[in-house]
């Protein structure tokens, strides 16, 4: 019995060290394109903290760019006030996002479907107008750039993003290590719970909204950290940060690769991103027919994401033998 | 023509083109319980139409309109036959996801054959002056606006309350499951259905354009606006759809008047506040 | 003060329809009682009103003594009422072990941890593994839900229950769906129920009643009709008119 725990702590630490072979086989092998894999590292941070939202505990969300948006003010806010220390940021937009999470969770976690897609668009789109209102502290729309400090006093950031890309790359490995331990965690595993049935839940005792409201926030958190280091990593911050277009194209990753599983938002958002940066940059158009083809045949052929493809595969060959 | 009148007449000319292109996608949704947001996209190809209509080809706005109206039926039938009709079965997050994916396609389709910037659609030039009411002067386009919209209610109305057709939506709406244990053919009313509210989006698009620019990236900028409608208004429900669109429609123009710099806040609070007070929208029914 | 359940007039009303009216009900530990009555006549809500799942009209629901007719449905769990659900809402995607160590969690107040695995609990695990084995369950442990046979599942669900380590369990038609031949896996599992517990049937199946409930209450358009031993329901000439005679006669 006391063996198989061992042994699942040997494989999650197995996972996080290959993680970080290719984090490194990455930064050598793409020395000039480090600023765009930055941008991949948190956009996989945000992407995780969705799949913890809507692929574990299955809260539809179309917002998660509030709490992304809230992480990058808060840190910019931050920078701009002389506590230009990145690691302060951090903690500075996980507890802004959270709080915004909790907040806003307290009201969105009462309604789901049709009407939670919908609020927790309207939630950000307030949120997108109130940094463009008050721009006596937000900039408004020109934003607000800000100058890092060295991490710890030590790590300046460099002009060709070696330091940036080691934090992200830090940043998301410490973030992946805390959602396996969390998912397997008996909170995870109430959050499963939830997704596969809120009734259910309610009747083995669960208080399901207090639950839910507690998911949101921490999945909050870790989507503040996602835009404290995006602020970092540009030096900017604007209200863009808060578009709706940031939340469909998380959205849009995490189901290409497949939501609930983690790797899943990992690799549709390499995938996404990778094709992006390849498609868009030798036409944009081009770039919509390519990503529309791939959403409607990642849906028709393979619903559960591109990570499931292994298995039908596996399926059909057995069928067919 | 003071303010007052100006936020009246330009709200609800807004309302009515927010109706029209939101009640085909609420009635869609209600009753194939698909979440579609490539619907705007139908308002999109109407506008194009009508515009290639009038600027390639020479044609005059109602014959262009009618035409372009059309074409967007012949496409909408077998779209709902190929691309939606397995989205039925599936979860919300793969019909987001393959709508989005349809979103784009149209989008990417417009931008290369038209090109990206903003598709002009003239109004006849009766219909670019002024309506005299004797007492006050109305600009001639919101008249016809308003006028078409309560058309298009009108005979929505008769459409539903009157004909077989209209029977057998409701049923079918209210009652999904039943529907078809009552002999209703549910594969050609949805057929039907869908066309038809590809044709209204396709009408409102034309008529909004003056409101809504059409270009490219129609689809996606107002795609949330025709869900909030929707939202508001209730799931299926047309008398929802018609008080929501026409009193955001009233909101968002008295913001952009008296409030300007505060953007679409006031839109998105109201919704929330309506939302958080009736969380089937305005005129919806819960859910089980 | 006494143990058990006592049910006082209690009432429930949407809107002017009634569908409780004035209920008095004991259940008192070990009983074994079955609650019958046609299609409509409440069942259900009656067993809602007892898990919170409704919030009763008029009347009072005490537990032991203590007055538990307000507590929201998370609270009445911890008070000690479970109930198995008509329909089967297990975690279909999650395994056997799992749907049953959820509730065991929960119980323990286990469940807000998050550094720890939920499989690593040695004390739940073991809690986990006897209801297994009571159920007969242990071979289908990392089995998912889902892929169960159903009467199979029909076991899951009340382990789930009694999982929760309920005085009260209320089982809403336990052998719904179960083939025929699958239901002495039910009647074996209810027989094989803690002597102590409180049971409460809720069922359509008159075979499954008589061989199962010492008592048995009649419930006609949300009131009592009659309450006795199975013997006197069965030569009770109303419930025969009213029930018993039209599915059986």
Same mark, same amino acid.
């Given at each position: 019995?006391?063996?198989?725990?061992?042994?699942?702590?040997?494989?999650?630490?197995?996972?996080?060290?290959?993680?970080?072979?290719?984090?490194?086989?990455?930064?050598?092998?793409?020395?000039?394109?480090?600023?765009?894999?930055?941008?991949?590292?948190?956009?996989?941070?945000?992407?995780?903290?969705?799949?913890?939202?809507?692929?574990?505990?299955?809260?539809?969300?179309?917002?998660?760019?509030?709490?992304?948006?809230?992480?990058?003010?808060?840190?910019?806010?931050?920078?701009?006030?002389?506590?230009?220390?990145?690691?302060?940021?951090?903690?500075?937009?996980?507890?802004?996002?959270?709080?915004?999470?909790?907040?806003?969770?307290?009201?969105?976690?009462?309604?789901?479907?049709?009407?939670?897609?919908?609020?927790?668009?309207?939630?950000?789109?307030?949120?997108?107008?109130?940094?463009?209102?008050?721009?006596?502290?937000?900039?408004?729309?020109?934003?607000?750039?800000?100058?890092?400090?060295?991490?710890?006093?030590?790590?300046?950031?460099?002009?060709?993003?070696?330091?940036?890309?080691?934090?992200?790359?830090?940043?998301?490995?410490?973030?992946?290590?805390?959602?396996?331990?969390?998912?397997?965690?008996?909170?995870?595993?109430?959050?499963?719970?939830?997704?596969?049935?809120?009734?259910?839940?309610?009747?083995?005792?669960?208080?399901?909204?207090?639950?839910?409201?507690?998911?949101?926030?921490?999945?909050?958190?870790?989507?503040?950290?996602?835009?404290?280091?995006?602020?970092?990593?540009?030096?900017?911050?604007?209200?863009?940060?808060?578009?709706?277009?940031?939340?469909?194209?998380?959205?849009?990753?995490?189901?290409?690769?497949?939501?609930?599983?983690?790797?899943?938002?990992?690799?549709?958002?390499?995938?996404?991103?990778?094709?992006?940066?390849?498609?868009?940059?030798?036409?944009?158009?081009?770039?919509?027919?390519?990503?529309?083809?791939?959403?409607?045949?990642?849906?028709?052929?393979?619903?559960?994401?591109?990570?499931?493809?292994?298995?039908?595969?596996?399926?059909?060959?057995?069928?067919?033998? | 023509?003071?303010?007052?009148?100006?936020?009246?007449?330009?709200?609800?000319?807004?309302?009515?083109?927010?109706?029209?292109?939101?009640?085909?996608?609420?009635?869609?949704?209600?009753?194939?319980?698909?979440?579609?947001?490539?619907?705007?996209?139908?308002?999109?190809?109407?506008?194009?139409?009508?515009?290639?209509?009038?600027?390639?080809?020479?044609?005059?706005?109602?014959?262009?309109?009618?035409?372009?109206?059309?074409?967007?039926?012949?496409?909408?039938?077998?779209?709902?036959?190929?691309?939606?009709?397995?989205?039925?079965?599936?979860? /919300?997050?793969?019909?987001?996801?393959?709508?989005?994916?349809?979103?784009?396609?149209?989008?990417?389709?417009?931008?290369?054959?038209?090109?990206?910037?903003?598709?002009?659609?003239?109004?006849?030039?009766?219909?670019?002056?002024?309506?005299?009411?004797?007492?006050?002067?109305?600009?001639?386009?919101?008249?016809?606006?308003?006028?078409?919209?309560?058309?298009?209610?009108?005979?929505?109305?008769?459409?539903?309350?009157?004909?077989?057709?209209?029977?057998?939506?409701?049923?079918?709406?209210? /009652?999904?499951?039943?529907?078809?244990?009552?002999?209703?053919?549910?594969?050609?009313?949805?057929?039907?259905?869908?066309?038809?509210?590809?044709?209204?989006?396709?009408?409102?698009?034309?008529?909004?354009?003056?409101?809504?620019?059409?270009?490219?990236?129609?689809?996606?900028?107002?795609?949330?606006?025709?869900?909030?409608?929707?939202?508001?208004?209730?799931?299926?429900?047309?008398?929802?759809?018609?008080?929501?669109?026409?009193?955001?429609?009233?909101?968002?123009?008295?913001?952009?008047?008296?409030?300007?710099?505060?953007?679409?806040?006031?839109?998105?609070?109201?919704?929330?506040?309506?939302?958080?007070?009736?969380?089937?929208?305005?005129?919806?029914?819960?859910?089980? | 003060?006494?143990?058990?359940?006592?049910?006082?007039?209690?009432?429930?009303?949407?809107?002017?329809?009634?569908?409780?009216?004035?209920?008095?009900?004991?259940?008192?530990?070990?009983?074994?009682?079955?609650?019958?009555?046609?299609?409509?006549?409440?069942?259900?809500?009656?067993?809602?009103?007892?898990?919170?799942?409704?919030?009763?009209?008029?009347?009072?629901?005490?537990?032991?003594?203590?007055?538990?007719?307000?507590?929201?449905?998370?609270?009445?769990?911890?008070?000690?009422?479970?109930?198995?659900?008509?329909?089967?809402?297990?975690?279909?995607?999650?395994?056997?072990?799992?749907?049953?160590?959820?509730?065991?969690?929960?119980?323990?107040?286990?469940?807000?941890?998050?550094?720890?695995?939920?499989?690593?609990?040695?004390?739940?695990?073991?809690?986990?593994?006897?209801?297994?084995?009571?159920?007969?369950?242990?071979?289908?442990?990392?089995?998912?839900?889902?892929?169960?046979?159903?009467?199979?599942?029909?076991?899951?669900?009340?382990?789930?229950?009694?999982?929760?380590?309920?005085?009260?369990?209320?089982?809403?038609?336990?052998?719904?769906?179960?083939?025929?031949?699958?239901?002495?896996?039910?009647?074996?599992?209810?027989?094989?129920?803690?002597?102590?517990?409180?049971?409460?049937?809720?069922?359509?199946?008159?075979?499954?009643?008589?061989?199962?409930?010492?008592?048995?209450?009649?419930?006609?358009?949300?009131?009592?009709?009659? /309450?006795?031993?199975?013997? /006197?329901?069965?030569?009770?000439?109303?419930?025969?008119?009213?029930?018993?005679?039209?599915?059986?006669?």
């Amino acid at each position: 019995m006391s063996l198989i725990p061992r042994d699942r702590r040997l494989r999650d630490l197995a996972i996080l060290l290959g993680m970080a072979l290719v984090l490194t086989a990455a930064f050598y092998a793409f020395p000039d394109n480090l600023a765009f894999a930055t941008r991949v590292i948190i956009m996989m941070i945000f992407v995780l903290s969705l799949d913890f939202v809507l692929g574990v505990a299955g809260v539809s969300t179309l917002g998660h760019s509030a709490l992304f948006g809230a992480g990058a003010y808060a840190a910019g806010l931050c920078a701009a006030h002389g506590w230009n220390e990145p690691l302060l940021g951090v903690v500075a937009g996980a507890a802004a996002a959270a709080f915004v999470a909790l907040l806003s969770g307290l009201f969105l976690m009462r309604t789901r479907g049709l009407t939670l897609l919908m609020l927790t668009i309207a939630v950000t789109e307030v949120l997108g107008e109130l940094a463009n209102k008050f721009s006596d502290i937000t900039g408004g729309a020109d934003g607000l750039d800000i100058v890092m400090g060295p991490i710890l006093g030590v790590f300046k950031f460099d002009f060709r993003g070696q330091v940036g890309y080691v934090y992200a790359a830090c940043m998301l490995l410490l973030v992946f290590a805390f959602l396996r331990i969390l998912i397997a965690s008996p909170f995870g595993l109430a959050a499963r719970g939830i997704k596969e049935s809120p009734a259910r839940m309610r009747a083995i005792g669960a208080p399901v909204y207090w639950r839910l409201v507690a998911i949101y926030t921490l999945g909050g958190a870790l989507a503040g950290i996602a835009g404290a280091l995006s602020a970092q990593s540009t030096s900017l911050v604007s209200p863009a940060v808060f578009d709706f277009q940031l939340s469909a194209n998380a959205l849009i990753m995490l189901i290409l690769g497949g939501a609930g599983r983690l790797y899943g938002a990992l690799f549709g958002t390499l995938v996404f991103m990778s094709v992006h940066e390849v498609a868009a940059s030798v036409d944009p158009f081009n770039w919509l027919f390519i990503i529309g083809a791939l959403l409607l045949a990642v849906v028709y052929v393979a619903p559960a994401g591109l990570l499931s493809l292994p298995d039908l595969v596996k399926r059909q060959l057995r069928f067919s033998r | 023509m003071n303010t007052f009148a100006s936020i009246c007449i330009d709200g609800v000319a807004y309302g009515m083109i927010l109706f029209m292109i939101s009640v085909g996608l609420s009635v869609t949704m209600g009753l194939m319980r698909v979440v579609n947001l490539a619907h705007g996209g139908f308002a999109m190809l109407g506008g194009a139409l009508a515009h290639y209509g009038m600027a390639a080809l020479g044609l005059n706005f109602a014959v262009s309109a009618l035409l372009a109206i059309l074409v967007v039926v012949a496409l909408s039938a077998p779209m709902e036959r190929v691309l939606y009709r397995p989205l039925y079965r599936m979860g /919300e997050l793969q019909q987001v996801l393959a709508t989005i994916g349809i979103t784009f396609l149209m989008i990417a389709s417009v931008s290369l054959w038209l090109g990206t910037s903003i598709l002009q659609i003239r109004l006849p030039a009766s219909l670019s002056g002024a309506v005299n009411l004797g007492f006050r002067t109305l600009p001639a386009d919101r008249v016809f606006v308003i006028v078409a919209g309560i058309v298009v209610i009108g005979a929505l109305y008769m459409l539903i309350e009157r004909t077989r057709f209209g029977v057998k939506l409701r049923a079918a709406v209210d /009652e999904r499951d039943a529907a078809a244990c009552l002999g209703i053919d549910t594969s050609r009313l949805f057929s039907r259905t869908f066309a038809l509210g590809a044709a209204l989006a396709a009408l409102g698009g034309i008529m909004g354009a003056g409101l809504l620019p059409i270009d490219a990236y129609y689809p996606l900028r107002y795609m949330v606006l025709f869900l909030v409608v929707v939202a508001v208004g209730g799931l299926g429900s047309i008398a929802g759809s018609f008080v929501a669109a026409l009193g955001l429609g009233v909101l968002d123009t008295a913001a952009r008047y008296l409030a300007p710099d505060y953007g679409t806040i006031f839109f998105y609070v109201a919704m929330i506040v309506i939302l958080g007070w009736r969380p089937h929208g305005l005129l919806g029914r819960g859910e089980a | 003060m006494s143990a058990g359940l006592q049910i006082r007039g209690l009432s429930k009303s949407f809107g002017g329809l009634a569908v409780a009216r004035e209920i008095n009900f004991d259940l008192a530990p070990g009983d074994r009682k079955a609650l019958i009555g046609p299609n409509g006549a409440g069942k259900s809500t009656f067993a809602n009103l007892l898990t919170g799942a409704l919030t009763p009209s008029a009347g009072e629901i005490r537990l032991d003594g203590r007055d538990i007719g307000r507590l929201g449905e998370a609270a009445r769990v911890k008070a000690g009422i479970a109930k198995t659900f008509q329909i089967t809402t297990l975690f279909q995607d999650l395994t056997v072990r799992e749907n049953i160590l959820l509730p065991v969690l929960e119980r323990r107040g286990a469940a807000l941890r998050m550094f720890r695995r939920a499989d690593a609990d040695a004390q739940a695990n073991a809690e986990v593994e006897a209801l297994m084995a009571q159920f007969k369950l242990n071979p289908f442990a990392e089995v998912r839900v889902g892929d169960l046979a159903y009467g199979q599942q029909r076991l899951v669900e009340m382990t789930v229950a009694l999982a929760l380590k309920p005085r009260i369990l209320i089982l809403d038609e336990p052998a719904a769906g179960v083939p025929t031949g699958e239901n002495h896996l039910i009647t074996d599992a209810i027989a094989a129920l803690p002597a102590d517990l409180s049971v409460l049937i809720i069922e359509h199946d008159m075979a499954l009643v008589f061989k199962v409930a010492r008592a048995i209450v009649v419930l006609v358009a949300g009131a009592i009709l009659v /309450e006795g031993a199975p013997r /006197e329901i069965a030569a009770n000439p109303r419930v025969r008119d009213l029930y018993l005679g039209s599915r059986h006669g």
